[in-house]
């Protein structure tokens, strides 16, 4: 009778063991959520440079004592221009939205603004992404909701449409919002 060798048996094993794993970490609860290292903390610094043309962001604006939303955009990105129909509308309603164009040219990100319109009260520019490497931007758009106190409370990336909005924006969004 030929013995089986432990290193024939082992590859085999360690792999179902991982598989296992895999498995089991695709079925637990929230492994599609994007923590936030800045939630229940305070608003990140941001650049003091603004597009041209537009107020720059200060910090009184983040803490004005009304929720705000931060939201990064880049005129070259796709989700920034489907999402930008909905801040228009937030902005229309009377939210208070601040932008942050970044890794962007400013006559294009200029240009957009004027054509499609301009949801926001203030415009920093930055054009290196250096405030968007603070506030844990992976990528365009991602929008930051801040309590009264400049305090993050939620940070929602992908574009502000969907049933991903619908479901974990606008709960969240109402929720600081008191309503």
């Given at each position: 009778m030929a013995?089986?060798?432990?290193?024939?048996?082992?590859?085999?094993?360690?792999?179902?063991?991982?598989?296992?794993?895999?498995?089991?970490?695709?079925?637990?609860?929230?492994?599609?959520?994007?923590?936030?290292?800045?939630?229940?903390?305070?608003?990140?610094?941001?650049t003091d440079v603004a597009l041209t043309g537009y107020d720059a962001i200060t910090p009184e604006m983040l803490a004005s004592g009304e929720v705000t939303l931060v939201n990064f955009w880049a005129s070259w990105c796709p989700p920034c221009r489907v999402e930008h129909p909905v801040l228009l509308q937030m902005q229309k309603d009377g939210l208070r939205i601040v932008g942050v164009n970044f890794k962007d040219q400013e006559g294009n990100a200029t240009k957009y603004l004027s054509e499609d319109g301009n949801p926001f009260m203030a415009v920093a520019f930055d054009p290196a992404g250096r405030s968007a490497i603070d506030w844990g931007v992976t990528g365009p758009p991602e929008t930051f909701i801040l309590d009264g106190d400049g305090t993050v409370v939620f940070k929602f990336v992908g574009p502000l449409v969907g049933s991903d909005y619908e479901q974990r924006f606008v709960p969240k969004l109402n929720e600081a919002l008191g309503r």
């Open positions: 013995r089986i060798s432990p290193l024939m048996v082992a590859p085999p094993l360690i792999f179902a063991g991982l598989g296992l794993l895999f498995y089991l970490g695709l079925g637990r609860e929230g492994k599609d959520d994007l923590e936030s290292m800045f939630e229940g903390k305070p608003a990140p610094a941001m």
